[in-house]
């Protein structure tokens, strides 16, 4: 859980104590820029629409997951599947219901970490693999501004970087609501260009709100940084992340309504996850010159059983277990060279990507297999050029420009039938401008396109990927330490699909159309207090497009219709107060979702729904290196649907408390 984080180093704009985190050092101009140049921070100087959560928000937030953490900080649209840590949930931008989170990228320390050629969702997304103890800050970037990003950076993404080195030890003990129990061990070292890391290891178990329904998690990270030579400096990272997990199942409609949460779809249902991933990275500085290289590589598999319960949504589950397996292999690389002119600076860089997966589907009864579905193996390898630029054309005035030509060859070998193979290659422009009205207040546009592949391509290579043009415009507004913008958006996708993320029924070869505004602010006052908040309100429809339900019933016109797995409006505030003594922190926060249109349901507009939360932080209780922080999530216990699709729903969590106790030395 991510409700009682450690302690972390300093993010960009926060000033942190001195023995947690020394990565701003001064005695190496290579330290102001990051190793990797995916991890590259968002800049407020920047005309796109970004989030930049810091290591005291995330401390201070009671979230039960990292999906909850960004759906209470950055404003992100969460819909948590339910069924394990290890069952991708989906998160959302911008209207787009992105099952199992695909239409979003996720990096963590340059690594990408979304699956191509899954056969239970192209793109599939865990966020269940952070390591919450080593994080030091997350950006979330909107629409697919960045030449930097490339597959699945539909929507947009989010980049995480890690601690890079730390001084001292910390070790955290909590407890909380459901049997919720979590032990996380952290130490690090900094000895300058001598070298510095961190390693961390977690363990965390939870029973669950429902019968059946108890996880356990099993972390460790580790990074290291050493100087080889002035200007010239060496970085690896480790992260390995486990979990097993039982799972309830889905409930009907009318069982949520009725708060039938004991309900177990079958007690045989659940699965376990490994992943693994290896990195390193070299970053060179010479004078206007600045190359930095990663290569890396992925191992994984997850197995899972559920059962889909029939209900009253046309494209309804069997009834029956299903199996499903994914083992994969990936590797990759990323280089690029970046010169610093007097006003700006130009990126070439190039990335190339290998994965390698055994997809397996089964109907069983009680785990025990009774016939096939799907045996196929697939693989992809693609590659990418890009170049992304800004110019300060005077004190004014900025331009960003970046452009991305991308190819992916995908190949399907099924246990049965013969190999298919295609080919697909897609240009992505990004134009951009920031105008300086005064020296705090700028508006800015940008144009855009992104890409993903779509679902599927591990069986069918030729399905051509899915594209979006974007197009935002917007204000921002900077004075000291407060901050606020706006802006409107829209995005007009080309070969849209929808998936069911409870049956995996796809229906694909439409289009669509996301428009909307944006708002963020930050404005901090009487010297203890700070107001944050980040909002979407979003018309996200589909302009054309014919489902055809899983029965072969007549086919359902959605064209006009709100995309699946959407809300009108979504959003989180929080008011923040800082205790003058002991230095200890109050956050009350609260996180709302509008009107929500349920997967395979058409035309049927859920009511919205807010939730109330409440952390407080003591970091040293009586001058000792002892602290204490409490938390509770969903402070009036309300109940509320996390998904509903097809006429099942995957409830989300009652009130939860969570209490624990930290020693730093």
């Known amino acids: 859980m991510l409700l009682l984080l450690p302690a972390f180093a300093a993010a960009q704009q926060s000033i942190r104590p001195a023995d947690r985190d020394s990565i701003a050092r001064k005695d190496s101009i290579a330290r102001l820029k990051a190793v990797t140049v995916v991890a590259t921070p968002a800049d407020r100087a920047q ?23 960004l759906r209470q900080t950055a404003g992100v649209e969460v819909h948590e599947q339910g069924q394990g840590p290890g069952f991708a949930s989906d998160a959302s931008l911008r209207g787009f219901s992105s099952d199992h989170s695909t239409d979003l990228a996720l990096w963590v320390d340059g690594v990408p970490i979304n699956e191509p050629v899954n056969g239970h969702s192209e793109g599939y997304n865990d966020w269940s693999l952070l390591f919450p103890g080593g994080v030091q ?17 539909l929507a947009g993404v989010v980049n995480v970087r890690t601690l890079e080195r730390m001084r001292g030890s910390e070790f955290r003990l909590s407890g909380g609501s459901f049997g919720h129990a979590e032990a996380m061990a952290l130490t690090g070292f900094d000895h300058g260009a ?74 045989n249902d659940g699965g376990y996850k490994r992943h693994a991933q290896e990195r390193v990275s070299l970053r060179v500085l010479s004078g206007p010159l600045l190359w930095r290289s990663t290569v890396y590589a992925t191992q994984g598999r997850w197995q899972l059983f559920l059962t889909i319960p029939p209900a009253g949504g046309l494209f309804e589950g069997s009834g029956s277990q ?35 997966s055994g997809y397996e589907n089964y109907f069983t009864t009680s785990r025990v297999r009774d016939s096939v ?29 970046g452009l991305r030509y991308d190819v992916l060859a995908t190949r399907s070998m099924p246990d049965r039938g013969d190999a298919v193979s295609a080919t697909h290659d897609i240009v992505s422009p990004k134009v951009g401008a920031l105008l300086r009205l005064t020296r705090e207040l700028g508006v800015y546009g940008n144009v855009s396109r992104g890409f993903r592949s779509p679902n599927g391509v591990i069986s069918d290579p030729t399905l051509v990927p ?23 958006f829209r995005m007009d996708v080309s070969n849209e699909e929808t998936v069911n993320p409870v049956t995996l029924v796809v229906t694909t070869g439409g289009s669509s159309r996301r428009q909307g505004v944006e708002l963020d602010w930050h404005v901090p006052f009487a010297s203890a207090f700070s107001l ?32 699946y797995n959407t809300s009108k409006y979504i959003g989180a505030a929080a008011l923040d107060v800082s205790l003058l003594r002991g230095g200890g922190h109050v ?79």
């Open 322 to 356: 299903s199996e499903e397996e994914d083992n994969r292999t990936g590797y990759g690389a990323t280089s690029a060279l970046t010169w610093a002119l007097p006003r700006g600076e130009v990126t070439l860089g190039a990335e190339s990507r290998l994965d390698r």
């Open 587 to 665: 956050r009350i926060s609260g996180n709302w979702v509008g009107p929500y249109s349920p997967f395979d349901e058409p035309g049927v507009v859920l009511g919205a729904y807010g939730l109330a939360h409440l952390s407080l932080v003591v970091p040293n209780i009586g001058g000792t290196v002892v602290g204490l922080d409490l938390g509770v999530r969903n402070l009036f216990d309300r109940s509320y649907p996390e998904l509903v699709a097809g006429g099942v729903v995957s409830p989300g969590q009652p009130r939860t408390v969570y209490v624990a106790a930290h020693a730093k030395w």
């Open 532 to 563: 944050s908040g980040d909002w979407t309100f979003n018309d996200a429809r589909y302009r054309s497009l014919v489902a055809v339900p899983e029965d072969g019933g007549a086919p359902v016109a959605l064209s006009g219709l709100r995309v």
């Open 466 to 488: 899915i594209t979006a043009w974007a197009y935002e415009s917007g204000v921002k507004f900077d004075r000291g330490t407060a901050s606020a913008s706006a802006a409107i």
């Open 137 to 153: 800050d997350i950006d979330v970037i909107r629409g697919p501004t960045s030449a930097l990003f490339g597959n699945f950076a």
């Open 373 to 401: 579905a799907t045996i196929v193996n697939g693989r992809q390898l693609s590659g990418a050029v890009f170049v992304q630029a800004h110019s300060d054309v005077n004190d004014m005035l900025r331009v960003d420009a």
């Open 194 to 267: 001598d070298g510095g890391g961190v390693l961390g290891v977690r363990y965390q178990r939870e029973n669950g709100f429902r019968p059946n329904a108890g996880f356990d998690i099993t972390q460790g990270h580790g990074r290291l940084v050493h100087d080889l030579s002035p200007g010239v400096t060496i970085d690896g990272g480790v992260e390995l992340y486990g979990s097993n997990w039982n799972s309830a199942g889905f409930l009907s409609e009318d069982e949520f309504t009725s708060h039938q949460y004991d309900v177990v779809s079958n007690p």
């Open 47 to 69: 005309p796109v629409g970004a989030t930049h959560v810091d290591a005291t928000t995330i401390q201070q937030t009671p979230a039960r997951s990292p999906y909850d953490l």
